[in-house]
T-cell receptor
């Protein structure tokens, strides 16, 4: 099935460092979403982006909707141990016949105290 | 807590068997989407139900079927199980399908881990 290209695949960082990950698509979306998934749990929505060029923050998280509508990035500042998990981007074209999410391949984040 | 519940949490079946997974929708959400997440992958869209009717389907064979009930809860049925069906099955609920931004956010349940032996 279709998946978005997400990079890096994994990151191993020290507590307090900043993190950046991005997601690219060959097709356009009108909504970009970022989710975090802990082991054995479902994805939890972190940030939703609705307009090309939009920059949105949620606490230490900042995400941007690329101007071409084919990419997005997520930054995490001053990482802490509870940031550990898998981060997924997802594209959505709401308003169509089916509002289905297309997910990225995921970025595994490990934070060492 | 998203308010979306799924049952059972874990399930072990053998090849050829049939399985039914259940999802209870968050209050006020009338759309349910099902996703399959294989180990190490992102979730893949199976299908979506809106007002008790299938409203779009991903690249999954007909042995994957579903139902949505009047209370908006939903079932995913898989017949003739194959080894590759082993995965985490996620349901996500959302509001009415409109162009209203907030109502299109999908909230996920914790998933059902299916193992096919």
């Amino acid at each position: 099935g279709q998946q978005l290209n997400q990079s890096p695949q994994s990151m191993f960082i020290q507590e307090g460092e900043d993190v950046s990950m991005n997601c690219t698509s060959s097709s356009i979306f009108n909504t970009w979403l970022w989710y975090k998934q802990d082991p054995g749990e479902g994805p939890v929505l972190l940030i939703a982006l609705y307009k090309a060029g939009e920059l949105t923050s949620n606490g230490r998280l900042t995400a941007q909707f690329g101007i071409t509508r084919k990419d997005s990035f997520l930054n995490i500042s001053a990482s802490i141990p509870s940031d550990v998990g898998i981060y997924f981007c997802a594209g959505l074209n709401y308003g169509g016949a089916t509002n289905k999410l297309i997910f990225g391949t995921g970025t595994l984040l490990a934070v060492q105290p | 807590e998203t308010g979306v519940t799924q049952s059972p949490t874990h399930l072990i079946k053998t090849r050829g068997q049939q399985v039914t997974l259940r999802c209870s929708s968050q209050s006020g959400h009338n759309t349910v989407s099902w996703y399959q997440q294989a180990l190490g992958q992102g979730p893949q869209f199976i299908f979506q139900y809106y007002r008790e009717e299938e409203n779009g389907r991903g690249n999954f064979p007909p042995r994957f079927s579903g139902l949505q009930f009047p209370n908006y809860s939903s079932e995913l049925n898989v017949n003739a199980l194959e080894l590759d069906d082993s995965a985490l099955y996620l349901c996500a609920t959302s509001g009415q399908i409109t162009s209203t931004l907030a109502s299109d956010t999908q909230y996920f349940g914790p998933g059902t881990r299916l193992t096919v032996l």
